[in-house]
């Protein structure tokens, strides 16, 4: 078996994916990401029709990872620590769905393990808001353009100016 084949991929969404590819991108254990869109009904929308907030896709990030190196929870707690999901359909500045806080997983051990999350992180007392997090099976992963690809790290800069 190669080593490739050892890897795993999940998919998360929240906010806009430059901040949330940066979050994943710099773990030990992550040996790739990639921005694009998921869970809409276009086909291979582009950035400005995503931004329409018509196509119902979200801004993911989608990351390649060691499950040796790093566990799915390491990554869930990750995504919990860089985002608010308690903000329905935007994040700070950027509104619209396609900036939704979703887990899209890829396999039941994911989706148990996202839920457990969910709960635990509604629970927590961190929010006096509801956790509206969406948990929900992945589909295809629409690359974004080159450009926005490790687009943070591409400019030296480790989050977004805001």
Partial sequence: MSSVEKMEVATFGAG???GVEEAFRV???VSDTAVGYMGGHTDRPSYEEVCTDETGHAEVAQVTYDPKKISYEKLLEVFWENHDPTQLNRQGPDVGSQYRSVIF???DAQRKAAEVSKEKS???GKY????????VEAGKLYEAEEY????????GLSSCPI
Avoid: M, P
């Fill in 16 to 18: 806009c994916f430059w």
């Fill in 27 to 29: 773990l030990d254990g």
């Fill in 105 to 107: 997983w890829h396999n």
């Fill in 122 to 124: 509604q629970e927590s």
């Fill in 128 to 135: 006096k808001d509801e956790v509206v997090t969406e948990i």
């Fill in 148 to 155: 926005h690809q490790k687009y943070l790290a591409k400019r």
